[in-house]
């Protein structure tokens, strides 16, 4: 797409082209040519993208906002999957996992040395001192969402406890790293360094994602990495990060029954939080929040 500098805007501002992102698309090509890496258009959002993002976002949130409220021990994990699948149909919108590749179920419930992608089943009970995290996505009038928390069954060992805390930290530092024309390298480091100084350590074969207009968009966000490497971060991304932190090896296995269940090689306990988030002209916005 080749604009005249009296042309419309691509982002849909209704404003001429040279008033509005000439100077933008100037500044990325002018990296491109030193060398960065930056990102294509295609996944810059536009205002009209953003806002249809965040009434997707608004609608994953209260679906997590209900887990939290009803999650309790004894409760099995298809029980969660109704509640999220009935009310995000009530809300007009679609789980985004559901038939997703062949996905069974409306969110995924992954319990203690589950990784992620454990799919929620009427045998699978929760109990006391479970840690589990249940993750949420959900498409609204074609936009998708996606976030997800830990919640701990009754009381969970101080080992659980601290893992769980310490995955959200990540989380939060990741967050933290996140600058217009900083890198995603700054994102992976700064999660890395911090997992590492609690002797855990991080998943590398999953990571977070561009989201939006569609449900896993570039780029790949590794929760590992170097400060200045990676992806340039630019007004308009947006992303989430979701750390998968466990405390022991990052080796993961899937499990071979209904090939989707990771869990760690080693069975030690893993956790993960998940944002999504917004590249602004001046910092971050959690959009899932
Ligand atoms: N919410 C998960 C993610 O972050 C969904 C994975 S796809 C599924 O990408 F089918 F496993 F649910
Ligand atoms: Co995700």
Request: proline share 3%.
């Amino acid at each position: 797409m080749n604009l005249n500098r009296n042309d419309q805007c691509w982002c849909g501002s209704g404003a001429k082209y040279k008033k509005c992102h000439i100077e933008f698309d100037e500044k990325l090509a002018s990296l491109k040519a030193q060398g960065f890496l930056v990102p294509s258009r295609n996944i810059i959002k536009t205002k009209e993208q953003i806002e249809a993002i965040k009434r997707s976002a608004k609608i994953n949130n209260a679906v997590l906002d209900l887990v939290a409220e009803n999650i309790k021990e004894g409760m099995a994990t298809s029980e969660i999957d109704k509640l999220v699948h009935d009310y995000t149909v009530s809300q007009g919108a679609i789980p985004a996992t559901l038939n997703f590749e062949g996905y069974p179920k409306s969110c995924c419930t992954s319990i203690n040395d589950e990784v992620c992608h454990g799919i929620p089943s009427d045998h699978i009970i929760l109990k006391n001192g479970d840690i589990i995290n249940v993750d949420i996505s959900t498409i609204l009038d074609g936009y998708y969402s996606d976030a997800s928390r830990m919640f701990i069954i009754g009381e969970a060992s101080e080992e659980a406890k601290k893992l769980v805390e310490v995955a959200k930290e990540c989380l939060d530092k990741g967050i933290e790293a996140v600058k217009p024309w900083g890198f995603l390298g700054d994102v992976g480091a700064a999660v890395q360094e911090h997992a590492e100084k609690h002797g855990y350590s991080v998943v590398r074969d999953f990571g977070g994602h561009g989201i939006g207009l569609d449900f896993h968009e570039e780029p790949f966000v590794s929760h590992r990495g170097k400060k200045g490497t990676g992806m340039m971060l630019v007004p308009g991304m947006m992303f989430t990060i979701e750390p998968m932190i466990n405390a022991g090896s990052y080796e993961i296995v899937i499990d071979s029954d209904d090939d989707w269940t990771v869990f760690t090689e080693d069975r030690s306990l893993s956790a993960q939080w998940e944002h999504m988030l917004l590249v602004t002209e001046d910092g971050v916005e959690i959009i899932s929040k």
